[in-house]
């Protein structure tokens, strides 16, 4: 993976906080000194539960192609059910990512040409306090985890900026849990 221009792909559901992950993790690249960082959402229906998706470009340098992403580097998805109902490898690159919340064994997935990293974000998010469905802070360890690039600990400070009026703590000692427990196969 190229550190220097790197796509991700987030797809979750209505209410679980994709959109609000992936501006965490934008604001935390941009902070890191990723000159270029674009967000770009799309959904459909706008109601919890709805399919939802985003895309989240870094780049050391400016960015002027704000189009959705087509071949992402990484691809994190926040509600495993979603591989039944979506093709959310589509596009990815050959030795890509998969981020996956879901509370299945890690050797229970095999996914062709790409790496895997799981962990049961809903159930952390629920050990940690917060509401069920809530796992946008610890999907964002989750990812880190998997890809290794801008540090743990300024991605907690970006989850406690956002949520600082909403269990800060509890958002990110979810995102720190989440860190320590994702299984990345490698």
Partial sequence: MNKDFIEIRWHGRGGQGAITAAKIVAGAAFVSGYAGVVMAPTFG???RGAPVMTSLKLSKEKIYDLTPIETPDIVVVLDHLLLNEADVTH?????G???LNTPMAHDAYHFKNYRLATADVTAISVETGLPH????AGIIGSLEK???LLGIEILIKGIEEEFRTRKPQNNSRAAKIAYERTITGE
Avoid: D, H, S, Y
């Avoid at 469905?133 to 946008?136: A, D, I, L, S």
């Fill in 45 to 47: 229906t706008e109601r």
């Fill in 146 to 148: 998997a890809m290794n």
């Fill in 91 to 95: 596009g990815l690159k050959p030795g």
């Fill in 133 to 136: 469905g809530m796992v946008n």
């Fill in 97 to 99: 990512i998969i981020v």
